[in-house]
Nanobody, 120 residues
Framework: EVQLVESGGGLVQPGGSLRLSCAAF????????MGWFRQAPGKEREFVGG????????YYADSVKGRFGISRDNAKNMVYLQMDSLKPEDTAVYYC?????????????WGQGTQVTVSS
């Protein structure tokens, strides 16, 4: 069974930092691209950033570029989102995402989400 389990969310003051973690189970993590999305109240889920299977390539939404960083540890089946210089508009539920290809079939998996609140 595929599972993505996020952790590390919480309440932080503007300008602060948080590190989200996502533990992956049930698929070949080391050959799968991973990503982070977020959804604020009343808004659609939006892309935050992604990382290639090897970790060699990362890409980010313009709104977080220069402030957020994605990394992965294929030995531990973990992906991370380091968030610095947080702003109130970063407040959202953050979701881990896995893009899994098995032969010609493509699968998309989501975690349950972790709440990040940026407020003074």
């Amino acid at each position: 069974e595929v599972q993505l389990v996020e952790s590390g969310g919480g309440l932080v003051q503007p300008g602060g930092s948080l590190r989200l973690s996502c533990a992956a189970f049930g698929f070949t993590f080391s050959s799968s691209a991973m990503g982070w999305f977020r959804q604020a109240p009343g808004k659609e889920r939006e892309f935050v950033g992604g990382i290639s299977w090897s970790g060699a390539f990362t890409y980010y939404a313009d709104s977080v570029k220069g402030r957020f960083g994605i990394s992965r540890d294929n030995a531990k089946n973990m992906v991370y989102l380091q968030m610095d210089s947080l702003k109130p508009e970063d407040t959202a539920v953050y979701y881990c995402h896995a893009y899994v290809v098995v032969g010609r079939l493509e699968y998309s998996y989501w975690g349950q989400g972790t709440q990040v609140t940026v407020s003074s």
